[in-house]
């Protein structure tokens, strides 16, 4: 087979009928199972459900606390809840709880509702790989925020508000939350791993084998395996969906850097999870994609080192307006952002490295000078006409060079509304 792989990925009109039909069956099918999973909710008006407690923090009103709660329930959906008694540190805990469904709508169930509730008790801790891992890598952290840092980095449990506007600060909270490029060395890291492994049977008793397949397909399982320990992330579900899904291509030599492919990929990753419609980090995740995709499109003949630089400003470039529609908090210290996602290429597997041999806390002094940094911040948000303007030369970016320039340019005259 060539190496560049150029089949399309549809011949055919009727091909594209055909997997539309199909793909909005199964969204259709994903819509009835979540609206079955509401009816069981609604079912009572006082409904007890088990739920895993995903992050505690304290809000004041009127000059009250009370504590906000962040849920999974043993039957998949994530909701809020409040309470005003004087909780202990519960997060990462097994509770029962019993919540009040009258206001609760099909809609708000799909992106996550709040709910009243009362009656919490806790469950003994569980002794689970999960739990054995964070204490595993916590213990080789003095501070804290450190502590957080690297629970959330390699095993994407939330932080606290103050580290969130650190990260925030520096323009870094793509590089905190487990997605793509995270998968992406850690499939690195077994491929290589258990390649060697295979290679010494392979040679002796099946040199009949596929060996990268073979491979890719057992360090896939690994990476579900993983997904399955972090309670299927979202921003990690959607990268490992992708990444089967550009690699059922590849084997199959389609092209896998095309907008077709990329659409196609959304397409059937919502109609199989239909909550990640009115995820902001699902969004986020496939406009860089597609800026990373748009790039390629026009600049894949240049030196792979200047690739790789240019293509991080530029993607972060191109997300100032998307990012800044939801998240108005700048500083210009963010401008440092694509310098330190290159720097991270060799930081996060070096981590890796640091805390499987029981030395994670070694760069804690360096990253401390990083996360200490002061500044000026500034709030400003995207206009809505503009970012609309924005998206459609984005899209028309794909058909020619032209609308490309003027998408580059268009950054220039970018209306900021500094407070």
């Not at 190496?3 to 039909?21: C, M, V, W, Y």
């Not at 939330?158 to 850690?186: D, E, M, N, W, Y």
């Amino acid at each position: 087979m060539s190496k560049n792989f150029k089949l399309p990925l549809f011949k055919s009109k009727r091909e594209i009928f055909f997997a539309l039909s199909f793909l909005s069956v199964i969204f259709l099918l994903s819509l009835y199972f979540e609206y079955r999973s509401f009816e069981t909710l609604k079912s009572k008006r006082f409904y007890t459900t088990k739920a895993f407690v995903l992050n505690q923090y304290i809000k004041k009103r009127k000059r009250r606390e009370y504590f906000v709660l962040k849920l999974k329930s043993d039957e998949g959906y994530t909701f809020y809840t409040t309470n005003y008694e004087d909780l202990k540190n519960i997060k990462n805990r097994k509770i029962r709880i019993t919540l009040i469904t009258k206001k609760i709508s099909f809609f708000d169930f799909l992106r996550g509702f709040y709910a009243p509730s009362f009656d919490i008790r806790l469950y003994p801790k569980e002794n689970d790989i999960k739990s054995s891992l964070f204490d595993f890598i916590t213990s080789q952290h003095q501070k804290e925020q450190f502590k957080e840092l690297f629970s959330a980095l390699f095993l994407a449990e939330p932080i606290s508000k103050t580290l969130r506007q650190k990260v925030q600060f520096l323009g870094i909270s793509h590089l905190i939350a487990i997605s793509g490029f995270h998968l992406g060395v850690l499939f690195f890291i077994f491929y290589q791993i258990f390649g060697r492994i295979y290679r010494f049977f392979q040679d002796r008793y099946f040199p009949y084998r596929n060996r990268r397949l073979d491979l890719s397909i057992f360090t896939g399982v690994i990476l579900f395996g993983y997904m399955y320990m972090l309670d299927f992330v979202p921003s990690l579900l959607r990268s490992f969906v992708m990444m089967c899904v550009g690699f059922f291509f590849y084997a199959r030599g389609i092209r896998v850097v095309s907008f077709t492919t990329l659409f196609t990929t959304v397409l059937i990753i919502l109609s199989l999870f239909p909550k990640l419609l009115f995820s902001i980090g699902f969004w986020f995740s496939v406009s860089g994609v597609f800026y990373i995709f748009l790039f390629l499109h026009y600049f894949k003949d240049l030196n792979p080192k200047m690739i790789f630089v240019f293509l991080n400003f530029w993607v972060f470039f191109m997300m100032i307006p998307i990012v800044h529609l939801f998240f108005p908090v700048f500083s210009f210290y963010q401008l440092l952002s694509p310098i330190l996602s290159m720097l991270f290429v060799v930081f996060y597997p070096l981590e890796l490295f640091l805390h499987g041999i029981g030395f994670g806390g070694v760069l804690d002094p360096f990253i401390e000078k990083l996360l200490d940094i002061n500044g000026e911040i500034f709030y400003f948000q995207t206009d809505i006409l503009y970012f609309v303007g924005f998206a459609l030369l984005s899209i028309f970016s794909i058909f020619h060079r032209v609308f490309l320039v003027i998408l580059s340019f268009s950054l220039l005259f970018y209306p900021v509304y500094i407070s």
